[in-house]
């Protein structure tokens, strides 16, 4: 700020909205920032911008919304606007405008292979899978190298059953110059194993990616060895599952608290299953002060505080402590969580709803909730059998089984869900 007196004074009303976005974090100061702004510089494209994260900080969608209409009507060719609309339509569940947004993109760049991308982003979301497919090799065909698209093609291929194909694309990525993108694709490989319930596969896979990345100095394990505490869980090996824990907080900077705080998360998980309730609260602890005490609004404080209480046996407080979590942030594994919780709490109209929409959800964050990416046909199946609708618990069971048909044998998960597809076909037919 303190060079601001030398700026303009249009420069000036801008400096003032970023320290406010950027120090102050004060999206309801930002707004009536903007809104001067724009008072004075009706088309000023910061301003409008501005007004939309404020907004979306808010949690005030339709109005975020609104605040890119009116800057489309005044600048058609501002593509991050059609971007941003894309994707927050689509949050909305208005899907037409989300795709009429992406393709008004598209046609102002149709030799820019990011449009594409997206678009295959908005269709894996409805789970339009070929669609998804075809957009993202449409972004290849505008540039052959573009990476996110490769390694989104591949994950393609991983739902559609096609892994082979997944298999090649991520070793292909694997032997890209760029360490991150190297690292990534390790990633992708051990997930096409869990994916298909091959889960000693994929925690060698894990294991070996981890190595590699420390060769190449790109020494990022944090998700990987969170997925494979969620692979430990699974199999019941809670001692393991502490150990990975352990070993990766060790190895990163005790500032990187994005990752760090879900290794936390796995802790917690863990000494809630074991009943070690006080080492789950000592570790909440760990993680208010890597959120620097700032944990209340923090959407991993309260997934843990829902695991607890899960452990404790107390429902209405985990479908509390769940949705808290899921107001914050949607993404795959706290809608999974929530679902499941609905359906523990016997809420089943609910968790029927969460499932159920869920299943359908190929976007981004499905490829990091290991294992719950596949079991979300197991529980949404469980819940169509509590209601009563013996044919969907059937397909979904079918589905479930499908996909891990030839995943490791003696898998409990896999055992249950063939006992009760065995007792549903039996009761369908007599």
Known sequence: ????????????????????????????????????????????????????????????????????????????????????????????????????????????????????????????????????????????TVDPEFTMSRANLGLMYMYLGQFDSARTTF????????????????????????????????????EQGIAADALDGNDEPGFKHHSRMLIWIELGDLDAALIDATVGLSKMDSTDVSVRRWLLERMVRVYSLRKEFDKAQSTMQRLAVALNYKHETNIV??????????????????????????????????SFELGRAYLMAGQLGRSVYMLEKLSKDYGHSREF???????????????????????????EYEKFLEIWKDADPGLETVEDARKRLARLRGESSS
């Not at 990534?184 to 060698?204: E, K, V």
């Not at 505080?305 to 706290?334: K, M, P």
């Open 171 to 206: 070793q292909q990525l694997a032997n890209e110059s760029d360490p991150s993108i190297r690292s990534q694709a390790r990633f992708g490989l051990g997930a096409i194993a869990a994916y298909r319930g091959q889960l000693q596969s994929a925690l060698q896979m894990f």
């Open 1 to 140: 700020m303190r060079f601001s007196d030398h700026a303009s004074p249009r420069q000036r009303d801008k400096i003032r909205a970023q320290y406010v976005i950027t120090v102050e974090e004060n999206p309801r100061k930002l707004i009536g920032l903007c809104r001067d702004i724009l008072e004075k510089y009706p088309n000023d494209i910061f301003a409008f911008m501005g007004t939309f994260f404020a907004y979306l900080e808010l949690h005030h969608k339709d109005s975020a919304l609104l605040a890119l209409e009116e800057l489309v009507e005044l600048d058609p060719l501002f593509r991050e606007a059609y971007n941003q609309m894309a994707y927050k339509y689509q949050e909305v569940g208005n899907f037409d405008r989300s795709i009429w947004a992406i393709n008004k993109y598209i046609e102002i760049a149709p030799d820019e292979p990011n449009p594409y991308d997206y678009r295959g982003d908005l269709y894996s979301c409805e789970g339009m899978l070929d669609e998804a497919k075809s957009s993202f090799a449409h972004a290849l």
């Open 369 to 395: 909730a290991i294992i719950k990416n596949v079991t979300v046909h197991y529980y949404l199946a469980q819940a169509y059998e509590q209601s009563g609708w013996a044919d969907k618990a059937i397909a």
């Open 301 to 334: 404080w309260w997934i843990c505080a829902a695991h607890i209480a899960e452990a404790r046996g107390l429902r209405d407080s985990t479908v509390e402590y769940r949705e808290r979590a899921h107001d914050i942030n949607a993404f795959f594994y706290v």
